[in-house]
């Protein structure tokens, strides 16, 4: 076949499966934009503001089993997408992003051109690789190369750039010379994996995690059939939410540290932590010293399938390299014909289970008060979320967006599959939300899917809002607005400082939407909630439900000051204040 390099690069990407395509328009990127637009085969689809469209295109990776695309044009267009795509990077999302560039003769060094600007340097350290097409007989083997790399191994973004002279030129290329994609499994050996099968066995305290490798490898029937058979605590990380049966008693937390107390006492009492597409970051309680160290004894088995982050996070006693789903399914082959007999402590269990059930009560609980007690008359964020928990349909997708509200959504809303949950916790990306909604509802148009974000947060893509009008994407985004960036109220409390830079302005984001072309309505009483969500699934538009809340203390407050910010100290503030943050 011999065609452009933009037609070529549109050809390769149909044949490994890619459907949707988003960006913002611009000259240098308009072959490609032509294309893509005019393809049946494409879902084409033009945000306004590149940050929306990275944060599409990992969206799309997220909620179907194809790889999403986003475009930027050259200078400007190239910045504005680094948002989405260090969000992705963060929580090894594969995207493929191209960007359009001014003539190959005018960049490599610039020559100052307008909007020029080393996009190389710019993706370099938020993607698995790059590169600039400077050859249109080497467009081919770059696309190809780019797509592999970013769903092998550990996935991640990719970055092609293409200078706008070289996009229009002609390549040729035998598009069956490499085969589609599928992706490699890799597993253990079984004298490897035949270690942790002694590990299970000899195990008295034992606590398997599922990371986002669990559910980006669709190892979900695979966990939760390791869960039933050895019948042991399990607990996922931020990204591997929707992993584990929501009603399972096995089941002792699905956001990692947001889930309780009884994440950090699990972490800090199991014998043996055996975890699966697992990289053991911030939100995961393991290894966390000073606060939370690894307790002696404590025998920790990581399986990824990324050799290099073995060991990284957290001093391993084992590691092993393995598709989470590959190797899962053949250590259960294992332990069915070993006929293992475990030897776990049930006491312990049961205490674990009964602090789970605890914690459920103190999460019950906050939600329990309509009002906050600061006598404002504004909502108990702890309730609007449990609420919104209690009616979201079963088939319904979320983007947990905000601070303070993110905490709570994740403690009230249970998921039984991963692409239930949305959520970008590598980068905590304020912001992400609408963009993520938009394109969970262009991949599933039949699934109700809501947004639900702070007003800070919201604030950061709201012109998305307009996208959604313009493709008839009908997603409900229900703000949780406390008139405050509310995760950092209590800094500026503590400080005594009212100039701190927390407080907001109270902003009518019901008639923001409206002007839009949005349905909207105001909810200042939490019983008014169920008949205004119902109108929104009804109202056949886009719908923003603008919720008046306070700011609610949540029961994990204690991590920021005690883990995120561990070392970290306002000058003339002493520790313990800082600890009664919240
Ligand atoms: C892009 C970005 N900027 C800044 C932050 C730091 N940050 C984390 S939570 C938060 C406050 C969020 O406010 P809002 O969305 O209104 O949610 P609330 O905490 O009030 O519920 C901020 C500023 C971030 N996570 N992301
Ligand atoms: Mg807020």
């Not at 009518?508 to 072309?517: R, T």
């Not at 809340?549 to 005690?562: A, S």
Request: with cysteine.
């Amino acid at each position: 076949m011999e065609c452009t390099v933009s037609a070529m690069l549109l050809a390769i990407l149909k044949k490994h499966g890619v459907k949707y395509i988003c960006g913002l328009p611009a000259a240098q990127i308009g072959l490609i934009m032509d294309g893509a637009s005019r393809d049946p085969d494409f879902t084409y689809v033009t945000t306004r503001h590149e940050e929306a469209a990275g944060h599409m295109a990992a969206s799309i990776s997220r909620v179907t089993d194809t790889m999403g695309v986003c475009f930027a044009t050259v200078g400007p267009g190239a910045t504005n997408i680094v948002p989405g795509v260090a969000a992705a990077f963060a929580d090894n999302i594969p995207i493929l992003v191209i960007t359009g560039q001014n003539q190959a003769a005018a960049i490599d060094p610039s020559i100052d051109q307008l909007q020029s600007g080393d996009q190389l340097g710019l993706f370099k350290s938020i993607t698995k690789w790059n590169a600039s097409i400077h050859h249109a007989e080497r467009a081919p083997e770059l696309v190809e190369r780019a797509l592999h790399i970013a769903r092998s191994g550990r996935p991640g973004p990719v970055h092609l750039d293409i200078p706008c002279d070289v996009g229009t030129q002609l390549c040729s290329y035998d598009l069956d010379m490499i085969p589609p994609y599928r992706p490699q499994r890799p597993t253990p050996s079984r004298q490897e994996l035949q270690r942790v099968v002694d590990a299970l066995a000899a195990a008295r305290k034992p606590l398997l995690i599922a990371g986002g490798g669990v559910a980006r490898s669709g190892g979900v029937d695979a966990f939760r059939a390791l869960v039933e058979t050895t019948d042991m605590l399990s607990m996922a990380t931020a990204n591997g939410r929707g992993v584990l049966d929501p009603a399972s008693p096995n089941n002792i937390g699905s956001a990692g540290l947001v889930s309780g107390e009884v994440a950090i006492e699990a972490g800090q009492e199991a014998d043996l932590v055996l975890a699966f597409g697992c990289k053991f970051s911030t939100f995961t309680p393991i290894h966390k010293p000073p606060h939370y160290p690894k307790p002696k004894g404590q025998k920790i088995i990581q399986i990824d399938i990324d050799a290099e982050c073995i060991g990284k996070a957290a001093p391993i006693e084992i590691g092993l390299v393995g598709d989470a789903r590959a190797t899962l399914e053949a250590l259960l082959e294992m332990l069915d014909s070993a006929g293992v007999e475990y030897r776990q402590d049930l006491d312990w269990k049961r205490a674990m289970q009964r602090r789970r059930r605890e914690c459920d009560e103190v999460y019950r609980g906050t939600a329990a008060a309509e009002k906050v007690v600061g006598g404002t008359g504004l909502l108990n964020e702890s309730a609007v979320a449990r609420l919104i928990g209690d009616l979201l349909p079963k088939d319904a997708i979320v983007a947990h967006d905000g601070g303070q509200a993110m905490m709570w959504t994740l403690s009230h809303i249970q998921v039984d599959s991963p692409e239930k949950s949305l959520f970008v916790p590598g980068m905590g990306h304020l912001g992400f939300g609408l963009p993520y909604a938009n394109a969970a509802k262009l991949a599933h148009p039949q699934r109700p899917v809501f947004c639900l974000t702070g007003d800070g947060g919201f604030g950061m893509t709201i012109q998305e809002l307009e996208t959604a009008v313009r493709y008839g994407l009908n997603v409900i985004v229900i703000v949780f607005n406390d008139s405050y960036w509310g995760m950092y109220k209590p800094f500026g409390d503590i400080l005594d400082n009212p100039d701190f830079g927390t407080k907001l302005t109270s902003v009518d984001f019901a008639k923001v939407a409206q002007g839009f072309g949005c349905y909207a309505e105001n909810v200042t009483e939490l019983d008014k909630l169920p008949a205004a969500i119902k109108r929104s699934i009804d109202a056949n538009k886009p719908a923003v439900i603008n919720v008046g809340v306070d700011y609610t203390p949540h029961p994990m407050d204690f991590l920021w000051p005690n883990i995120i910010l561990d070392g970290f100290q306002f000058p003339e503030v002493p520790a313990n204040k800082l600890h009664a943050v919240g």
